[in-house]
């Protein structure tokens, strides 16, 4: 069973540019959330989705935004970039079968804003 | 005050030992689940519980919600067990999670 992907694994931008970060959950799974994680702030929750619903948000500014797909699949972005953006950005996935463990994770997105 | 706290933020082990990380959190929660991210920044979870003990292998967490409390313990520790240690709360019917700032586990050989 696949597990969880984002894309890119890698990206730099620079500052006042936007950016679309790519998330596949879980064949099956209809919940998508997004955390971002900083040295300083540690992880932090962003938004989460549910059948292409935003059931969810953290206390991000606006400039963040997202959204899902019919086949689950969501996408977050960021737009004016800052260089406090630069961050791991770490998608999950929930829904039948996620038992005991509750959210799968993907390997995260990391993002440099130069 | 965090709504969320562990303790230690850093822990060295031997091979071989017993190790506990502990989880408080101050609000009502609905589930509680501890993570694990390696370096690199993958994060697996390990545990979601709202009430008792569960148990996965040399893993065991438990949790006292009258005491708002839990613990991960890693039985037997091995070096490959070193990595970042994540307790999270959801709270009420928010499917948000809350994070500890994590317990850093290095265990050597």
């Known amino acids: 069973k696949a597990g969880v992907t984002q894309t890119p694994r890698y990206l730099i931008k620079t500052r006042g540019q936007q950016v679309t970060l790519s998330c596949s959950p879980i064949s099956g799974h209809r919940s998508v959330s997004w955390y971002q994680q900083t040295p300083g702030q540690g992880l932090q929750f962003l938004f989460e989705y549910f059948s292409e619903t935003q059931r969810n948000k953290g206390n991000f500014p606006g400039r963040f935004s997202g959204r899902q797909f019919s086949n689950s699949r969501s996408e977050m972005n960021v737009s004016t970039l800052e260089l406090g953006d630069s961050a791991l950005y770490l998608c999950?996935?929930?829904?039948?079968?996620?038992?005991?463990?509750?959210?799968?994770f993907g390997s995260g997105t990391r993002l440099t804003v130069v | 005050k965090n709504e969320v706290e562990q303790s230690p933020q850093n822990l060295t082990a031997q091979e071989g030992e017993f190790i506990t990380i502990n989880c408080s959190y101050s609000v009502g929660i609905s589930a509680l689940h501890w993570l694990q991210q390696h370096p690199g920044g993958g994060i697996v979870s390990l545990f979601m519980?709202?009430?008792g003990k569960k148990k996965h292998g040399r893993l065991i967490a438990t949790i006292n919600i009258q005491e708002k409390h839990s613990s991960l313990h890693i039985t037997a520790s091995h070096p490959r067990d070193s990595a970042v240690y994540i307790c999270?709360?959801?709270?009420?019917?928010?499917?948000?999670?809350?994070f500890g700032s994590g317990t850093q586990l290095t265990v050597l050989p």
């Open positions: 519980l709202s009430s």
């Open positions: 999950a996935s929930s829904g039948p079968g996620s038992g005991d463990y509750g959210y799968t």
């Open positions: 999270a709360v959801a709270s009420g019917s928010a499917r948000q999670l809350t």
